[in-house]
Each structure stands twice: as C-alpha cells, then as structure tokens.
C-alpha cells in the first residue's frame, strides 16, 4: 500500500509501526459556526483512509480534534453575550450531526482543546526546560524555533528564507520574540476571555500544541499517520513536528497526508469572500451520500471544484448504483435457489473489479479509480443478473457491491421514494426534451434509464415505467 508523504514527496510503502495497527490523527475543525463543505473534504477523505484500513484487516485508532478555544470562537461568544463553551459546545453538536449525515463514523477520540490544558502545560515545561522555549516579560511563552533544526522539512522550506520574510514582524515591535520566526505556545489572558492559570501567567495555549498533546496521549509519542487539509502543512504542521520531536525526541509521525482545497466555480472557497456553503446547505437540497460521492470522485491531492453540475451528475452516478442494488434485492426476492456452473465462473470473473478497486485503493487512495471499478461491477452485473440468475448467484455480486460501497462508505440501502422521484424527474426532463423536439436529448435520457434498469411506456395516459 502506497501513500503519498508530504514529508517525503513521494509515495511511500506503508510499514505500520505496530503491526496490524494503524494510529491517526486529524485535525479537526474550529467550532464557532456550522462547518462548511470544505472542511467536509478532509473529514469524508479521512473516513474513508480509516475505511479501507479497516477492509484491509488493521485496527484504526483515530483521533481528531474540536479545537475549542480560539479568537473566533471568543468573538462569536461576546457577540451574542455567552460563554465561549455555550458556542463550541453548540457547533461541536451540529458537526456531529453533519458528520453522521454524511457517513463519517465517530472517530475513536475526540478530544476538545480545553479539556487537555494539563497535558499543554506538561509539554510547555518539558520545552522550557530543554531550552527549545522561552518565557518573555508578560508571560507569553515562545517556542524558540530555531532551536530545532529539522523546521521546515515538511514544507520543505528554508529556514533562512523564513527569517527575510518575517523580519518584518520583529521591526513593528508587536510581541517580545527573540527571533520573528519564534511562536507561541502560551498567551496571556486579554479581558473577556477564557483563561487558565500556568506558572507563567493566567492564560490560554496557542493553536499548534494543541494537536501535538492530543496527538501523544491518546496514540503516543509517535504515529503512523497525521493528516489535514493543505493549508495546514505551514505553520501549523511544521510547528506541530518542532514541538513534538522537540519534547519527546522521537519523530511524531511517519507518513503527512493533505487534502487539497475545494474550491467553488473555481475560486478558493473562504468565508471571507462569501463564496462558502456549509454542509447544512447542501443538506437542504441533496442527501448527505451525494456530497459524500461527490467529494470521492476526485482525487484527494487535486483541487476540487464545486458546482451545481457536478453535484447533479454526482447524484445521478449514485443513483445508478443505488438502483442496481435495489434491483438485486428485488431478483434475491424472487429467485430460485441452486447456483450453476456458469454463474460460478462469472463470479470468479467479478473478482477483477474487487481487484481493481483494491488497486487503486492502494496506490494512495485513488478514489476516483475506485469508483470506476465499482462502476465496471455495477455494469457487469446489470448484464449479467436478470430473473433466471440463482439467487446465490445475485446474492455474491450483491455482497461484492455492497463490501465496496461500503469501504467508500457510500450508503446504497435508499427508500424507495427516493429513487422515484429521481426516475420521474428524468422521465419529465425527457418529455420537456420531446416536446421541445429535441429528440436526441429524449433517447438519450431513455437510455440512461435503461442502464439503470428502468423502461418506459409512452401510454394514451402519459409515460408508464418500471423496473426491469
Ligand atoms: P479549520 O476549521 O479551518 O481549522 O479547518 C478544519 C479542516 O478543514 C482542516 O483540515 C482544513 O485544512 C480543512 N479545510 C478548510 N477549508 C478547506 C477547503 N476549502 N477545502 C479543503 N479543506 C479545507
Ligand atoms: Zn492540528
């Protein structure tokens, strides 16, 4: 199994450092409003590395974070005249609902920020007293970064090339930093914010060391894998690795997986531009599965673009395979027992797809591949399933479909209506073509509900259909 490193910059052989275990961690979003698709991105991509881990018979420990305390969420919480908990307590609620509608299984831990403050002040001590972190004059505690000597490995950048750019910063005299490229670990309290007390000052950590405590207990001081979107890689990753490798001298974690961002009509997605939709938009008008498949019909390294379009055809391409599930559960219904000879070889035949699915699953969780090889199944089956198939027969390619889907953590078990209203909206879409006399168009769409096992009756009453 290959994965693409960060660190290394190539794909690397997965070598777990126990065996059969795998331990994760992901960063996890800020909560101070609902979370929006883009942080769905590296939360369904993840799911699914945990998934296929799983399929591949290791037992996943996987971590991801609420980070819990943060100017954002403070400001949210003096707006509306509450405590800070009330907000991220709130938002931690919703990201859970939002994370089950889109199949995201809890992760095994997830720890919040505030409720680990001791093990922050453990660590923040350790980096003192090994000289990797000073305390200035108002009790804001820095990690000395240059201490380290391995910063900048991740993101691949120069330190000294870090240093010119900054410069800047210590100029302006904004902080007590003994170098610009130093950061926080500790900051004092300001008014009207949560704080806690420390042997430096009444105070609240900075955003990095959060991740490297939570990271250590709950999978040790050094893991298999640390992931998040890609705009994490710097600061806050590099940061992570100073202070972990710092403290504990052992390398933090072994392989460094990004996301890549999604965009929307091509512009970076970003609240402050406005051109955001949250995961509780889509909801309205999608199921939580299209946005799900629509988010894995892409490579995760690639960006992704978000459009209206996408996501129809997405939920059309889901549709397809959730018809032909339902189609062999209808056939399993009312077929006759006794597999043959020849179903027995098709079986055998159908093992390719599993076998290509796995293929592209392990160079570097190649999803997109892997939904053309569930694809390929869906095709081989809907000609080779029909109601003089065995019921054994149905039931093998069936469980197949169903154990893929499942490693995509793709839901094909829908309501019926569901699927109905989907085939009207396309019978309709198909009488609009006609009547437009876009005939073209109107085969197209009866051939498209052809493949999905559907045929139509132009009647004196209007279009009758049902399923094959
Ligand atoms: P945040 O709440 O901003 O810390 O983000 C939580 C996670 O979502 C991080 O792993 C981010 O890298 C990721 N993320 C945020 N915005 C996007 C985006 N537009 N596309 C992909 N991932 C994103
Ligand atoms: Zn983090």
Redesign the pocket.
Known sequence: MKIYNTLTKRKDEFKPIEEGKVRMYV????VYNLI?I??A??MIFFDTVRRYFEYKGYEVNYVSNF?DVDDKIIKAANEEGVEASVISERYIAECKKDMQSMNVKPATTHPKATEEIDGMLKMIGTLINKDHAYVANDGTVYFKTRSFKDYGKLSHKNIDDLQGGNRSLLVSGEDQKEDPLDFVLWKPKKEGEPFWESPWCNGRPGWHIECSVMSKRYLGEEIDIHA?????IFPHHENEIAQSEACNGKQFARYWMH????NIDNV??SKSLGNFFTVRDILEKYDGMVLRYFMLQAHYRSPLNFTAEIMESAKKSLDRIQTCHKKNKDLMGSAASGIKEEEKKLIEESKAYVGKFEEAMDDDFNTADAISAVFELVKFINSNANADSSKEFVEALDNTLSSLCDVLGLIIDVKEENLDSDIEAMIEERTQAKKAKDFAKADEIRAKLFDMGIVLEDTREGVKWKRV
């Open positions: 960063c996890g979003p800020t929006h883009g942080n991105r590296p980070t998040g979107g890609e705009d994490l996301n890549a961002f999604l970076k997605m």
